[in-house]
């Protein structure tokens, strides 16, 4: 598969997100933008894929036993993790939540959180991207330092 496509897709991932799809352009030797702007496009997608899916879809599949108690579990971590940075901060603190590039933050958190939260859509969008941006930034610096570091090495 093209690496382009993949990392766009590992970029859409709950659990990778542009943590892992960055990286993994970078080491397939995508240029430095190219791989940041795939990344975080994809990653800034999940917002509104997400929103149309809790919006829409959610609401049917809660008749599933499985489905409710998978998704029951995800809220009560999103919650744990977002209640007291969104009480405090509202906004600033959604964007922290995503910025930070941590397991269990992200733009599936962060969309999640909004959404729980019943905070407004627009300004939820204009804050998870920036926190998108900003954690593509963070994971840019750590991986690019490490290649230099790696490639100083040999």
Not at 7 to 19: C, D, H, K, N, V
Not at 41 to 54: D, E, R, S, V, Y
Request: glycine share 8%.
């Amino acid at each position: 598969m093209n690496p382009y496509i993949f990392a766009f897709l590992i970029s859409l991932t709950p659990i990778g997100e542009l943590r892992a799809g960055l990286p993994f352009a970078l080491f397939n030797e995508i240029p430095v933008w190219p791989a940041f702007f795939i990344c975080v496009i994809a990653n800034i997608l999940i917002f509104p894929i997400l929103m149309f899916f809790l919006k829409v879809i959610h609401h049917r599949f809660m008749h599933y036993d499985h489905y409710r108690s998978a998704f029951d579990k995800f809220m009560e971590r999103t919650r744990k993790k977002a209640h007291k940075k969104i009480e405090k901060f509202g906004y600033v603190g959604l964007f922290l939540l995503v910025a930070i590039p941590l397991p269990f933050t992200g733009a599936y958190t962060g969309t999640v959180a909004a959404w729980f939260f019943g905070m407004n859509k627009w300004k939820s969008f204009l804050a998870v991207s920036l926190g998108v941006i900003t954690a593509g930034l963070i994971v840019l610096s750590v991986v690019q330092g490490g290649i230099n570091i790696f490639n100083g090495l040999i």
